[in-house]
């Protein structure tokens, strides 16, 4: 059977175990953390690289709807046309891309869970 241990015993050892739980939950929430930005870090080359292409091709495309347009109306009329539809589409895309990549989308489910989980234990531990 273990001897008692005295209160300036429990409360060293109480102190150590939440400092070890501490460093844990701080390299769990970093190891999360990098995670999520080598994800996001994939995901935006590959948007670049289809920005890219897609601004090209969005180019012609108008180009071709203010040729076509100029068969019936003024030239510059058509490619205000163009130029209003792109733009508008612009502004749509422009929109929801930034709120997509906000810091709010951001989220470390694990290391949330991990922190409710060691309080609700503390809590447990220490009600009497």
């Known amino acids: 059977?273990?001897?008692?241990?005295?209160?300036?015993q429990l409360t060293a050892d109480l102190a150590s175990q939440v400092s070890?739980?501490?460093?844990?939950?701080v390299r769990l929430a970093r190891a999360e953390a990098l995670e999520n930005v080598r994800q996001m870090?994939?995901?935006i080359v590959r948007a670049t690289l289809g920005v890219a292409l897609a601004g090209a091709a969005v180019t012609l495309g108008l180009f071709a709807l203010?040729?076509?347009?100029?068969e019936i109306m003024p030239m510059?009329?058509?490619?205000l046309v163009g130029a209003v539809l792109g733009g508008g589409i612009a502004y749509i895309l422009i929109k929801t891309g930034l709120k997509a990549a906000s810091v709010d989308a951001v989220s470390m489910p694990r290391t949330q869970q991990q922190v409710a989980a060691d309080l609700r234990l503390i809590?447990?531990?220490i009600t009497p």
């Open 76 to 79: 510059w009329a058509a490619a």
């Open 1 to 8: 059977m273990q001897a008692e241990r005295t209160l300036p």
């Open 66 to 70: 203010a040729y076509a347009l100029g």
């Open 41 to 43: 870090g994939g995901g």
């Open 123 to 125: 809590k447990e531990n």
């Open 20 to 25: 070890d739980l501490f460093r844990h939950e």
